[in-house]
T-cell receptor
Framework: SQTIHQWPATLVQPVGSPLSLECTVEGTSNPNLYWYRQAAGRGLQLLFYSVGIGQISSEVPQNLSASRPQDRQFILSSKKLLLSDSGFYLC?????????FGQGTRLTVV | DQQVKQNSPSLSVQEGRISILNCDYTNSMFDYFLWYKKYPAEGPTFLISISSIKDKNEDGRFTVFLNKSAKHLSLHIVPSQPGDSAVYFCAASERFQGAQKLVFGQGTRLTINP
């Protein structure tokens, strides 16, 4: 069966510090992978999506970047966090007519 | 530019009655629509989907209706149960640059009152 792992579950980081969130998928190959952010009082904003290794599409210009070093690994990064980067980050993968989400990372930038 | 919109941030329904959640979209290239349910601090879970070639899909208590001419879809839950209380997101899918781009609405918080 397919599973998706996302870590860490919670993270508190100071402004200006770097960020690395990791997401891995098991039980499938060549998945479409996604990073979303849910900010307080807002919906799920698509940040990045990837169709394959090294292929990243960015939806919104911002302080974040994404990489896909392996087929089933998707990483969300930042060199210097801003207060506005706080939110709930979700990784997802797509199969046909469904998308499956990880449990999310609650990031608080202080 | 919000391509998928859920204009009702919250909805309160009596247990046993019908819950109707609405969603509007602007991009005519969307070819698949999905509904998700989300509890706090968890990832969304898939509920039901519908292809753009259909106008209705039913799964147990959940039915999704699609009106392509109005660019509108709705989720009906009947009968509503207390466990249905959660945030519901609609999502739309478009094939873009070889990938299925998946865009979500802002969500509607559904509260089922006993």
């Amino acid at each position: 069966s397919q599973t998706i792992h996302q870590w860490p579950a919670t993270l508190v980081q100071p402004v200006g510090s770097p960020l690395s969130l990791e997401c891995t998928v098991e039980g499938t190959s060549n998945p479409n992978l996604y990073w979303y952010r849910q900010a307080a009082g807002r919906g799920l904003q698509l940040l990045f999506y990837s169709v394959g290794i090294g292929q990243i599409s960015s939806e919104v210009p911002q302080n974040l970047s994404a990489s896909r070093p392996q087929d089933r690994q998707f990483i969300l990064s930042s060199k210097k966090l801003l207060l506005s980067d706080s939110g709930f980050y979700l990784c997802a993968w797509r199969r046909r007519d469904e998308a499956f989400f990880g449990q999310g990372t609650r990031l608080t930038v202080v | 530019d919000q391509q998928v919109k859920q204009n009702s941030p919250s909805l309160s329904v009596q247990e046993g009655r019908i819950s109707i959640l609405n969603c509007d979209y602007t991009n005519s290239m969307f070819d698949y629509f999905l509904w998700y349910k989300k509890y706090p601090a968890e990832g969304p879970t898939f509920l039901i989907s519908i292809s753009s070639i259909k106008d209705k899909n039913e799964d147990g208590r959940f039915t999704v209706f699609l009106n392509k001419s109005a660019k509108h879809l709705s989720l009906h839950i009947v009968p509503s149960q207390p466990g249905d209380s959660a945030v519901y997101f609609c999502a739309a899918s478009e094939r873009f640059q070889g990938a299925q781009k998946l865009v979500f609405g802002q969500g509607t918080r559904l509260t089922i009152n006993p």
